[in-house]
């Protein structure tokens, strides 16, 4: 049973170009959750989408990021005109439809997809 | 703002101590909390959740909930080098939401 899958692991972008980040969640789960760390920093929400709907963008930067997560295939970071400041690593997550008896669900991270920006 | 608050540490103990972990909210409501270990350059991985006032055990893992005093902390019993990471503290602020709030985390170092 996989776990969550990003691509790409590593990431290199020159400034103004755009990056795409994928992420499959665990099989089963309907929640996918992105996150930004900055080096040295902690995990910064950024976004919370479920099928074809975005729940959460609080997080997200109002201009050049743009996240999706379609019916079918993996959900989508997006950031458009890359800047030096976006350099950082990238954490999906997901979780499954929220327990009966439970608070939040527990979240399991992706490996992370780390950008840089030259 | 909703917040979450930990010492950056680094904490260091030696080998074989109780290594004490802490974790302030700024929100009475929240009624999920979480701690997730992060090795350097690795992912975040779940270490304890805990739901209600007290303490949970897991093997060499105890984490605290006092709820009344926005509080959860982690010990960690007979520590190992191995145990060296970052620890973070995940609170759910909101039961609307899955969303989670991490602080920045603590560095933990484990002396041999």
């Known amino acids: 049973n996989a776990g969550v899958m990003q691509n790409p692991r590593h990431l290199v972008r020159r400034r103004g170009q755009e990056a795409r980040l994928r992420c499959s969640p665990v099989k089963g789960h ?12 902690g995990l910064k929400f950024m976004v919370y989408l479920q099928k074809e709907n975005i729940i959460d963008e609080s997080g997200m930067p109002k201009e050049r990021f743009s996240a999706e997560f379609p019916k079918e295939g993996p959900s989508i970071l997006r ?7 976006d350099s950082a690593a990238y954490f999906c997550a997901s979780s499954p439809d929220r ?19 030259l | 703002q909703k917040e979450v608050e930990q010492n950056s540490g680094p904490l260091s103990v030696p080998e074989g101590a109780i ?7 700024s929100d009475r409501v929240s ?16 270490i304890m ?6 303490d949970k ?13 926005q509080y959860v902390s ?3 019993r007979d520590s190992q080098p191995s145990d060296s990471a970052t620890y973070l503290c995940a609170v759910n602020f909101s039961g609307a939401t899955n969303k989670l709030i991490f602080g920045t985390g603590t560095l933990l170092a484990v002396q041999p």
Do not use: M
């Open chain 2, 31 to 46: 009624q999920s909390f979480f701690w997730y270990r992060q090795y350097s350059g690795k992912s975040p991985e779940l």
């Open chain 1, 99 to 117: 327990g009966r008896d439970s608070g939040a669900n527990v979240l399991t991270f992706g490996a992370g997809s780390r950008l840089t920006v």
């Open chain 2, 57 to 69: 055990e897991d093997g060499r893992f105890t984490a605290q909930l006092n709820k009344a005093s």
């Open chain 1, 79 to 85: 950031i458009q005109q890359v800047v030096r400041g």
């Open chain 2, 49 to 54: 959740s805990i739901y209600s006032n007290g």
């Open chain 2, 74 to 76: 982690l010990l960690i």
């Open chain 1, 30 to 41: 309907s929640h996918v959750y992105w996150y930004r760390q900055l080096p040295e920093e």
């Open chain 2, 19 to 25: 290594a004490s972990l802490n974790c302030t909210y």
